[in-house]
C-alpha cells in the first residue's frame, strides 16, 4: 500500500467581535478568531495537513488571505475543496489525530461533535477520527489566552481499486 503522512499546525489570535469556531462547532465565548476566513484552527490544520500529505503546498497558496475570494470563507469549504484534491490524486484518510491547545473555554463537551465534523467531511469513520484539546499551562499566548493553535497529523493510503474481472 503507498501511504503517505501530514503534519501542519495553525493559530490565530483571539479577539473581541469573532466568533470561536472550532471544527465547525460554534463555542459560546467572548473572544473568538482573528482571521481572513471564519478563523478555525482545526480545520485549518487538517487541510494543511492532508496538503503537506501530498505535497501540494500549504494552505497560502490555495487559499490566500489576501483575496476577495477567501475573504470570511467558511472553513468547511477549505477542507471540502482540499478533500477533493485527495480524492483526485486516488488517496483517502486512513486517521488522522488533531491537537487543539486553548486555554479557556474546555472543549470536552464539544469533541464529540467536532468528531463527527471531520468524519463527515473526510467521509471516514469516526473511529479514524482523534480529537484531543489542552491547555499550555499558561505559557506563551496560547497560555496567556491571546491565542488558540491546533496542529494535525494524518495518514493517508492509496485507494485500493476493487478489480472485478
Known amino acids: 500500500m503507498d501511504f503517505r503522512i501530514g503534519f501542519s499546525k495553525d493559530i490565530h489570535r483571539l479577539v473581541e467581535n469573532r466568533k470561536l469556531i472550532i471544527g465547525g462547532v460554534i463555542i459560546p465565548y467572548h473572544l ?18 492532508i496538503l503537506g500529505a501530498l505535497a501540494l503546498g500549504d ?21 471540502y475543496k482540499v478533500v477533493t484534491m485527495m480524492f483526485e490524486k486516488g ?25 463527527q465534523n471531520v468524519a463527515n467531511l473526510l467521509q471516514i469513520k469516526i473511529d479514524a477520527v482523534s480529537i ?22 494524518i495518514l493517508l493510503k492509496k485507494k485500493v481499486i476493487a478489480n472485478l474481472d
Open 32 to 49: 473568538g478568531e482573528l482571521a481572513h476566513s471564519d478563523g478555525d484552527v482545526l480545520y485549518h490544520a487538517l487541510a494543511e495537513s
Open 59 to 79: 494552505l497560502g497558496t490555495h487559499f490566500p488571505d489576501n483575496s476577495e475570494e477567501t475573504l470570511d470563507m467558511n472553513s468547511a469549504d477549505i477542507v
Open 91 to 115: 488517496y483517502e484518510v486512513n486517521n488522522v489525530d488533531i491537537f487543539v491547545s486553548l486555554e479557556k473555554p474546555k472543549l470536552k463537551d464539544y469533541i464529540p461533535q467536532i468528531r
Open 132 to 153: 484531543k484539546a489542552g491547555t499550555n499551562e499558561g505559557v506563551g499566548p496560547v497560555g496567556e489566552g491571546k491565542a488558540i493553535e491546533a496542529t494535525s497529523a
